[in-house]
């Protein structure tokens, strides 16, 4: 269901499923050759996103991709590197090398059980360190892909005609908000329409954290967010990670 401005009407009785049902007598049957790895964070969003926010938008598109593509869906890693969100209530982060050890087990465990190619779905902006991952891993040849790339993220922005950019619209704000509004209504409260932050240019964030931009947690502009946006954003995100499979030597 919608409003009038199209923003999704959450059924009261819902609840958003972020993990991956399939048996593994329905992996062996598939036989996939690439998993695909959602990493979130539990961090804060404002008063009317949860701390899962991340997990919940990199579960959303990897399951966008589940149905489009041949791939093994993974549950989340549902904690990262969230330290630059510490100065507010709720927030857990673990270190970059734990992080990293996590998908280095999971990518071992995979390659034991013949999968062999990963494509790591990243939720949070301030995940730095998967870069470096995926750098290192595909030092002996494509392996590993970090999906959205930047690229991805604005063509999806391009084709939703979202008001907003990247830098704007960093956190909490239009395209986060779309995406469940359209996908898990049930996560968002009111308070989106009057959030609006502009956090500027913002050149010690590494430094002083989110705090230092913003009080409400919010860099962002969610009241433009919609539903028909969020569908357009996921299906243009869906349509992009051909590429990524493509890359990695695999047909889809």
Not at 70 to 89: D, G, K, Q, R
Not at 190 to 217: I, N
Request: charge should be negative; include cysteine; glycine fraction near 8%.
């Amino acid at each position: 269901m919608a409003d009038d401005d199209g923003r999704a009407i959450a059924d009261p009785g819902s609840a958003v499923n972020l993990l991956p049902t399939a048996t593994s007598t329905d992996v062996q049957e598939q036989q996939p050759h690439v998993a695909v790895l959602p990493v979130g964070s539990f961090e804060q969003h404002g008063r009317y996103l949860p701390l899962i926010t991340d997990t919940a938008i990199a579960c959303i598109i990897s399951q966008e991709i589940g149905d489009a593509y041949p791939v093994h869906l993974l549950p989340p890693i549902t904690m990262s590197c969230s330290h630059e969100h510490a100065a507010f209530a709720g927030t857990v982060s673990i270190s970059a090398k734990t992080l990293y050890a996590v998908i280095d087990d999971i990518r071992a465990s995979l390659a034991r059980s013949g999968i062999h190619k990963l494509v790591i779905v990243n939720g949070h902006g301030g995940n730095y360190v998967l870069s470096n991952v995926v750098q290192e891993a595909n030092v002996d040849g494509p392996a590993v892909s970090l999906f959205p790339l930047g690229a991805d993220w604005d063509r999806a922005r391009d084709h939703a005609d979202l008001v907003s950019d990247r830098h704007a619209d960093m956190h909490a704000g239009e395209i986060e908000t779309s995406i469940l509004l359209h996908a898990a209504p049930e996560l968002v409260r009111d308070g989106f329409a009057d959030a609006d932050h502009d956090g500027g240019s913002r050149p010690f964030l590494l430094v002083q954290g989110m705090s230092a931009y913003t009080e409400a947690g919010v860099i962002g502009f969610p009241s433009h967010a919609t539903a028909a946006k969020g569908k357009v954003v996921l299906a243009s995100l869906a349509e992009s990670f051909a590429g990524h499979l493509e890359i990695l030597g695999l047909s889809n």
